[in-house]
């Protein structure tokens, strides 16, 4: 189960001393706690994965405030955050096999038109999940229904 996994790793970055790797998966953990309090769950490895997703899109959207105030020491921790995330998320699908995915997803809905953007995301973001950002399917959606 990928919450032990994150325990273990939390352990082994504190054995070695790797700061950096520590504070990164106690901010998951974090997170995973509180959504286990506020909905009284207790999480699946699929809601870890969507957590975890949540914190790599924080940390991409900072890096662009990060680089127009020119702050490399933010941006190093932040990319070096970002990889360590990334590491625990299934591997991220090609633009091309995005485009497949979300042009299969609009022959079966019937899609014709820019007013069924909203059915396609929501079809195509349930089948690629944490696979692909929501960015990237967006862009891709709005190329194939213009």
């Known amino acids: 189960m990928l919450k032990e996994k994150l325990l273990n790793d939390l352990k082994e970055a504190m054995k070695e001393k790797d700061i950096m790797k520590k504070n990164t998966v106690q901010a998951i953990r974090t997170a995973i706690l509180q959504v286990e ?14 957590i975890i997703a949540k914190e790599a899109k924080k940390r991409k959207d900072a890096a662009s405030e990060f680089e127009k105030s020119g702050r490399e020491d933010l941006i190093n921790q932040n990319n070096k955050e970002l990889e360590i995330l990334t590491q625990y998320l ?3 699908l ?4 995005i485009e497949s995915i979300v042009k299969e997803v609009i022959q079966s809905i ?3 038109s820019m007013k069924d953007m909203g059915m396609v995301m929501k079809t195509s973001k349930e089948k690629i999940g944490a696979a692909g950002d ?7 959606v709005k190329k194939l229904l213009s």
């Open 37 to 50: 309090k506020d909905e009284a769950i207790e999480v699946t490895d699929e809601q870890i994965i969507d």
């Open 90 to 92: 299934p591997k991220q």
């Open 94 to 97: 090609t633009v091309e096999e």
């Open 110 to 112: 019937g899609a014709t």
């Open 134 to 140: 929501g960015k990237t399917i967006s862009e891709v």
